[in-house]
């Protein structure tokens, strides 16, 4: 069973800085995408940044130049560096993996880790 342990998380005042790591447990049957998204209470999550299986990183234009993704090559260790952090930032980050095997797709999230940005 693949896990993802989310931490990092917290408060941090405008214009701060906060790096959110995703640890991976488990059976990976293929290079993953992996990726973090967001969540604010009764909104929509939506995707932050991601890194594929081929290797190719896509950014959300709202964080473009203030965030980076970063992965470990070998177990899939997924980091944010959070820079610049504004107060809309705030939110519930979840990280996210996809995988396949030759029968089926896989998806798992972690259970979030909270990022709040303000004076």
């Known amino acids: 069973q693949v896990q993802l342990r989310e931490s990092g998380g917290g408060l941090v005042q405008p214009g701060g800085s906060l790096r959110l790591s995703c640890r991976v447990s488990?059976?990976?049957?293929?290079?993953?995408?992996t990726a973090w998204y967001r969540q604010v209470p009764g909104n929509e999550r939506e995707l932050v940044a991601e890194?594929?299986?081929?290797?190719?990183?896509n950014v959300a234009s709202s964080v473009q130049g203030r965030f980076t993704i970063s992965r470990d090559g070998t177990r899939y260790t997924t980091d944010l560096q959070m820079t610049n952090l504004k107060p809309e930032d705030t939110a519930i980050y979840y990280c996210?993996?996809?995988?396949?095997?030759?029968?089926?797709?896989?998806?798992?999230w972690g259970q979030g880790t909270q990022v709040t940005v303000s004076s």
């Open positions: 996210n993996l996809r995988t396949y095997s030759l029968k089926n797709n896989y998806e798992y």
């Open positions: 488990g059976r990976i049957y293929s290079v993953p995408t």
């Open positions: 890194i594929t299986g081929g290797g190719t990183k």
